[in-house]
């Protein structure tokens, strides 16, 4: 259901701190969106009938599969996440007790693990995953994440501090959120770091201009997984902003983020090794580093691969290649056109 829900969590905080200190980030919560508390009084169970007890089925299944998977930690978080996502879809539908969900999430943490079933739950209603997207509710079970000792705090202080910023579940309290992002950066948080990084950078969210704070920022960050502050870092040493130029250092921090799988940053690298731009010309790395960013779709790295396959760089010269990958890459960027989604590039 949820198969790779901690890795779904640190990919979508990455989203939000990318865009952050460039967009408004001004969404409210839509109108009628209700909270599923965490609170309120135990009521005797009526009997489960239908869907509520097809629901009880898929948790009790749910959770003892869990209780066998214990030892085995990759399995053992995803069935976790499946419990969770399964509370997640009862608290929403009136199936399971706010009472009953914490009291699993209290035997989760007395493992010792870590694991905070009440932030897992909180990012589900945060993002709409396998729910309808409720902020309130959201926040509310990040709030119980937070006030337990021992697990690890770090998403549940970067997302919260994203709904304070945003007015999004919580009234807007834009000290707030950097109170909480400062939090969540002194626990390593990589997106955390990442973003206050960029502040320090740009002397933005109300931060002096940093650059040596910022870069110490980024750096963890990048090195905690966090591709976009990699990306970043590699244009701050292309560039020479903030730092001395250095296109070694740079390529060192773009083929990171390409090697973690970053477009942008594959086809950067792709374009280096063509034009020997701080690493030896290699016509051979350029065409795979661009072929593996035509293949997420990059539109200038598709255009690059045809130009590949039109003069032989890299490849057998393959004039039929080149013009598949030019017109692939003329629709889409058309398709994004139409729909207002333009492509930019950061080098």
């Not at 599923?36 to 003892?64: F, M, N, T």
């Not at 393959?318 to 692939?328: G, Q, S």
Request: glycine share 10%; aromatic share 8%.
């Amino acid at each position: 259901m949820v198969m790779r829900m901690m890795k779904k969590i640190a990919v979508l905080c990455v989203a939000a701190s990318a865009s952050l200190l460039w967009c408004g980030c001004d969404r409210k919560p839509a109108a009628g969106e209700k909270q599923a508390a965490p609170s309120g009084k135990r009521e005797e169970p009526a009997e489960e009938k239908g869907e509520a007890a097809a629901w009880r089925e898929r948790l009790d299944a749910a959770s003892a599969k869990a209780a066998r998977e214990k030892g085995n930690d990759r399995e053992h978080v995803k069935t976790l996440n499946d419990v969770a996502a399964l509370y997640a879809e009862g608290l929403q539908n009136g199936w399971a007790h706010p009472l009953d969900v914490r009291s699993w999430c209290d035997s989760v943490a007395e493992t010792g693990s870590g694991y905070s079933g009440e932030t897992v739950i909180g990012a589900m209603f945060l993002y709409g995953t396998d729910v309808k997207r409720d902020a309130g509710a959201a926040r509310e079970w990040f709030e119980y994440g937070l006030a337990r000792p021992g697990t690890q705090r770090g998403n549940a202080l970067y997302m919260l501090g994203m709904m304070y910023f945003k007015g999004d579940g919580a009234d807007q309290d834009r000290n707030k959120a950097l109170e909480l992002w400062r939090k969540a950066a002194d626990e390593e948080h990589p997106a955390a770091m990442g973003l206050l990084g960029r502040a320090y950078m740009e002397g933005k969210l109300g931060f002096d201009k940093d650059p040596a704070s910022g870069r110490v920022l980024l750096e963890k960050a990048a090195n905690g997984g966090n591709t976009p502050s990699s990306v970043y870092l590699g244009n701050i040493y292309a560039k020479g902003e903030g730092v001395e130029q250095d296109m070694e250092r740079a390529m060192k921090w773009y083929e990171q983020a390409a090697s973690a799988g970053d477009a942008r940053a594959q086809y950067i690298v792709g374009l280096a090794y063509l034009e020997g731009s701080g690493v030896p010309v290699d016509e051979g790395k350029a065409f795979n580093w661009l072929r593996l960013a035509a293949g997420q779709d990059h539109v200038n790295a598709m255009l690059m691969l045809s130009v590949c396959y039109s003069t032989g760089k890299g490849t057998p010269q393959d004039a039929d290649m080149a013009e598949v990958w030019k017109k692939k890459a003329l629709q889409l960027n058309a398709e994004r056109e139409g729909s207002r989604v333009p492509q930019t590039e950061e080098r």
